[in-house]
Every structure is written in C-alpha cells, then in structure tokens.
C-alpha cells in the first residue's frame, strides 16, 4: 500500500514540477556556462586602443595573476567608479585577470543586467559589457519574468525536486529489493530443478 502511494506521488509531483525542473535545469546550465554564450555580448569600449587590444586577446584562458599597480584594488575600483559609469554600492566583484595583455580587473556589478567592467591597474575603463543570454537565464534562474518575481514557482520547483528525490529514492530501494528477492528466487528454482534430474 505504501509502495503505489508513494508511487502516485512520485508520478504526479513529477508532471506538475517537470516544465519548472526543466526550466530550472536548462536555466542553470546556461549560468554555469557563459562561456559558451561570448558571442552575444553588448561591448561597450571606454578607452578603444585598450579595449580592441584586450577584446582581440580575449580567447586566451583566464588565469589568476598578479598586479604590478601602485594602486590597490580599493583605490583602482574607486577612480573607476568616479567616471560615473556605475556606482561604487553596485560592485559585487572584483576579479583580477590576465587575458594576454597584461592583467585588467573585472569589475561585476549587481545592476539588472550583471555588467562586467573591465579596468586597467591604473583604473582607466577600457570596457563595459553584459550578455543579454546569459542575463535572461539567471532571471528565469531566480524566478524574474518580464519585470516581476514569480518566487513561489521557484520554491515549488525546488520542494517538488526534494519530494521528488525522496520518493524516487523509495521506489529505487523498493525494486532493487524487489530484483534481488526475483534473483533469489531463481536462484531457489534452478537448485531445486537440478536436484530433481
């Protein structure tokens, strides 16, 4: 009895969950890879000389690298944030990188479209850029849908994974407990068998 009712709730927690979990699915692995996504792109080049150097080396792999500025990071991102392409309050990273050119830092802002401000050691901007494909997967990500949160669709998704991994797992155990006692079985018949001949 308790096997076909967790059976039932399986199947249709499931079918109400499953165009959430593929969105989600789908979603997450365009986040986690944005790399794949370089060529959409929206560049905006601040300083051009620097910026068409950087972007034309920008195939060679990130690799973390060390800053010969006489400036620290605080001071690099203040200078740069005093241009008033964006707000020192929307900086929510900082990551130093090398792409062939020497070593620039990449500012990530927590504006709607999760800019990247490309700064040199000196804090002169040679770049802006965002991925409007990327952008629109973390939206969707999180629940945004043409300007509203729809957050409770997210959370149903989630509690339908975890209903969804609980009772998958019950049934798992349910069959291969089910395949050994069939195996055992066999097992039982074949010795019988080959005693009676």
Known sequence: MAWKWNKNIHLYIGLLCSVMILLLSLTGLVINNKFLFMGSQVITYQNPDLGKKLHSNSHSHDAPVQSDSNFSITEIVDKAARTGKFQLNEVKTVSLMDHGFGPSYYIGLNDDKQTQVVVNTEGVIS???????????HDWHIGLFGGERYTNLINFATIGMI???????????????????????RRARKEVSSKVA
Do not use: D, H, M
């Open 127 to 137: 770049k802006i850029y965002y991925n409007p494909v990327t952008q629109t997967a």
């Open 163 to 185: 209903i969804l991994t609980g009772t998958g797992v019950f049934l798992s155990i349910r069959t291969l407990a089910g395949q050994a006692k069939a195996r055992r079985i």
